[in-house]
């Protein structure tokens, strides 16, 4: 049996796959199984931040998967220690909960705010807001976190105390006042929901709400996260300070990681036996973290913010599209064929991009070369036309 009906006859079917078995990648380069190349411009969805296979990453990982893969959270090791530093530097934050995944640094970011409400609020303050179209996991209670029906269906009931506001300060603060209310957790870009960007005016007044009704403010940074739009984190455009970051994907540039910032309100709330995970701060996912958060400085950020503006200012005026939306290499492109079918001539073309509801998305590596992204932005361009 080749690849494709091994997949098919033993692998459970929650994806829709593409017919495509990639074995082997260099930067931006995908070779699949028959020596064909194509420029890869989704990043195994925003996970490898600097491309496949990597020289400096892979050998920031193998030193450490030398010295050793794994010992267990009841023992100390550097690289965990190392990148907690690093990240609560750059970001201000106090504390890190390392996991495996975006769910799950988003499930210990809900744990946090359960708690907050509860020893700070009230104990009946256990309410979260998100927002509609927002996305934050699979596991049950990030579904329930996640305001879009079609994900919570077969799975009733969720876990309860979730409400779900549209991108609007005056439902967001009806549904402050209306009820016992302890987080506001939302993306900064909500990617899965459509790469719908918030006003900046909206992202403000939400920091302005967490001050006024003492509630946290909780930004799921877990696919804008890591340098994606052009800041080391999303939030940062705008100025506020978070009292919980929750990030993954890009974060080990391609290894399984997951990680909750807790901020000066809540940097205490865990106490031994309070959380954990098995794999959490695992040495190896951590020691390609520190490469990766090391190599995201100024200068790859500001090339981050110039290869953005050159797709926008290209394909905003390309025939067959409607818009472009998004921040930084985070980018959703309504086009006036089916996304779907964009996807695949692109395929076809030797080119790979991803959808998010019924737009084309991109997110190339963070440092893909200019040529081989406008070599890329050609083929869309030609592809949305015909
Ligand atoms: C904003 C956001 N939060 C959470 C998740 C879930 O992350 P993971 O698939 O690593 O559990 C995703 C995944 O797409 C995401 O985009």
Known sequence: MNVFELDKEYVAPTYGR????????????????????????????AVNSFGFADSEWIDAVTKQLHLFQHTSNLYYTEPCALLAKML?????????????????????????????????????????????????GRTHTTLAATGQDAFHEHFLP????????????????????????????????????GVLP????????????????????????????????????SYMHYGITPD??????????????????????????????????????????????????????????KEVREKSEYIFKTLENAEGVESVTGLGLMIGIKTKKEA??????????GVLVLTAKDKVRLLPPLNIPFDVLKKAIDVIIDVCKE
């Open 18 to 45: 593409f017919p495509l078995n990639i074995v082997k990648g260099k930067g931006a380069i995908a070779l699949d199984c028959d020596g064909k190349e194509y420029i890869d411009l989704g990043s195994g969805i």
């Open 88 to 136: 609560c530097d750059r970001t201000g934050m106090k504390k890190v909960f390392f996991s495996n995944s975006g769910a799950e640094a988003n499930e210990t970011a809900i744990k946090v705010a359960r708690k907050y409400g509860c020893e700070n609020l009230g104990k009946d303050y256990y309410n979260i807001i998100t927002l509609k179209n927002s996305f934050h």
């Open 158 to 193: 969720l876990t309860e105390g979730f409400i779900y506001c549209e991108a609007d300060e005056n439902e967001v603060e009806k549904a402050l006042k209306e009820n016992k209310v302890c987080a506001i957790m939302f993306e900064i870009v909500r990617g899965e929901g």
């Open 198 to 233: 918030l006003e900046s005016s909206f992202v403000k007044k939400l920091s302005e709400f967490s001050e006024k009704y003492n509630v946290l403010l909780v930004v799921d940074e877990v696919q804008t996260g890591n340098g994606r739009t052009g800041m080391l984190y």
């Open 244 to 301: 919980v970051v929750t990030t993954a994907k890009g974060l080990a540039g391609g290894l399984p990681i997951g990680a909750t910032m807790l901020g000066e309100k809540v940097e205490n709330i865990f106490a031994p036996g309070l959380n954990g995970s098995t794999f959490g701060g695992n040495p190896v996912s951590c020691a390609g973290a520190v490469n990766i958060i090391n190599r995201i400085d100024d200068a790859l950020l």
């Open 340 to 349: 779907k079918a964009v996807v695949n001539e692109c395929m076809e073309r």
